[in-house]
């Protein structure tokens, strides 16, 4: 078994360091506070290839493995959470789900630009009346024609207001004997005509992102957009979401490793009862359990993206990833509040704004909750893996790197 990351691997790391250092965390505070998204960020996350770093170079990738994708977001979250949504959203949820489900025509056409960074996307699933119980959406699709015309509401859709194409799942047949089984995904120019969308404003946390909810009346998409076969969406669905939440799960790694940085400068520097904090065995308790929650979080990521590599179905491994990550980073905030004392409730320092960024990661992409339960339900027994009828296809640098 071989821990070391790869050459490329550190390039990526480098590189995407670099701009969340250099680019972003000057500049993020006054963003954060602004309640928007600076606008350089994604025209350069797509000229820098971060947007399509996992996508094969033939489908307008920077042709790099699911590690490099983990890699990536560990640095983007480690400056702000806004930055690791865009690829949670993104690469996770819509280009990702192309490249696992898409047919090549779809591939050609809408991966392509995403991957580039020309078009933006997202993924949009979550409805006013349905988060957790997706399987009951009642967003609708009917078929009429070439097209389908699809009515509904999606909320909490990060990028909703800045997406060109959005993966959305809506209900096909509202007769299916199971109502998972009667869902289909599509993926949607936004641009469409009956499209709306706009923010959400007044969130606690992803500030400097971009959340909103998206409108569909009578808007007709083609039924060449259409993913996978009609009621394959729930399936669908789940897979993007075996993506989406690995990059939750890296990134909020590195918001683990920011916590963990600044409460040891801090510590070491205030003085309290005649010596630096760090001296002091409860805020040294503080700070190990930061620093062992950072090892644990960043084996857990890796395994998943490794297994992603290797083509093997990692459910069950993203789906802890993702818990143990999301829970420890939101603890390490708050110890990293307490640590800086009054200081720490300002925002002088970072620290209060990881708090309220790590809360979002606990909620969604699968709350906390559902992972428990997706945990216990293998853990029981109840729950095993069946063949996809498409699978994310493993990491093949020969096929990656291979201009088309
Ligand atoms: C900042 C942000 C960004 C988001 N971005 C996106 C996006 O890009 N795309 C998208 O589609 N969605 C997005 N979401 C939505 C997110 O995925 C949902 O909020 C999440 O799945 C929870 O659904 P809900 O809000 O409807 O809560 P509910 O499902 O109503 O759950 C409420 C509470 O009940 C708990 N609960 C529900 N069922 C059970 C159960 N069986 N057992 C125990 N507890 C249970 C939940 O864990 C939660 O604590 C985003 C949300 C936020 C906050």
């Known amino acids: 078994m071989d821990f070391n990351l790869s050459e490329e691997h550190r390039m990526v790391q480098k590189m995407v360091h670099d701009f969340a250092q250099r680019e972003v965390a000057p500049i993020i505070k006054e963003w954060d506070r602004k309640q928007d998204m600076a606008p350089f960020i994604l025209p350069r ?34 400056v702000d959470t806004t930055l690791r949504v865009v690829m ?31 078009k933006i996307g997202c993924g949009a699933f979550t409805e006013p009346g349905a988060g957790s119980d997706f399987a009951h959406i009642r967003g609708s699709a009917r078929r009429e024609g070439d097209y389908y015309i699809l009515n509904g509401e999606k909320m909490w859709i990060s990028l909703a207001n800045k997406a060109d194409y959005a993966m959305v799942t809506m209900r096909t047949n509202p007769n299916a004997e199971k109502a998972s089984r009667g869902l289909t995904s599509f993926i949607v120019d936004l641009h469409s005509p009956g499209v709306t969308r706009g923010d959400i404003h007044g969130k606690l946390g992803v500030r400097a992102g971009s959340t909103g909810w998206i409108h569909f009346q009578d808007v007709r998409v083609p039924a060449e957009n259409r993913i996978g076969e009609e009621g394959e969406g729930f399936k669908i669905t789940m897979s993007a979401f075996d993506n989406g939440r690995y990059t939750v799960a890296a990134g909020a790694t590195g918001l683990i490793r920011a916590a963990l940085e600044e409460s040891v400068k801090y510590a070491r520097e205030r003085q309290a009862f005649g010596s630096p904090i760090a001296q002091h065995q409860l805020i040294q308790a503080k700070i190990a359990r930061m620093a062992v929650d950072y090892e644990a979080a960043r084996l857990l990521y890796l395994q998943a993206g490794w297994m992603k590599n290797a083509g093997s179905r990692n459910t069950r491994q993203t789906s802890a990833a993702k818990w143990f990550a999301t829970d420890a980073s939101f603890e390490a905030a708050s110890e990293a509040v307490q640590i800086h004392g009054g200081y720490g409730f300002s925002d002088e320092y970072n620290v209060e704004r990881y708090l309220r960024n790590s809360k979002g990661a606990v909620i969604y992409e699968g709350s906390n909750e559902i992972q428990r339960l997706i945990q216990a339900s293998y853990a029981l027994g109840w729950r095993t893996d069946k063949p996809l009828r498409r699978e994310l296809p493993p990491y093949d640098p020969d096929f990656w790197q291979e201009e088309a």
């Open 45 to 78: 996350m797509g000229e820098l290839g971060i947007l399509g770093i996992c996508i094969p170079v033939r489908y307008g990738g920077a042709g790099m493995d699911y590690v490099s994708l983990g890699l990536a977001c560990e640095e983007l979250e480690a």
């Open 88 to 118: 949670s959203v993104h690469t996770g949820l819509c280009s990702m789900t192309l490249l696992q489900w898409g047919s090549e025509e779809q591939k050609q056409k809408f991966l392509v630009p995403l991957a580039k960074g020309e």
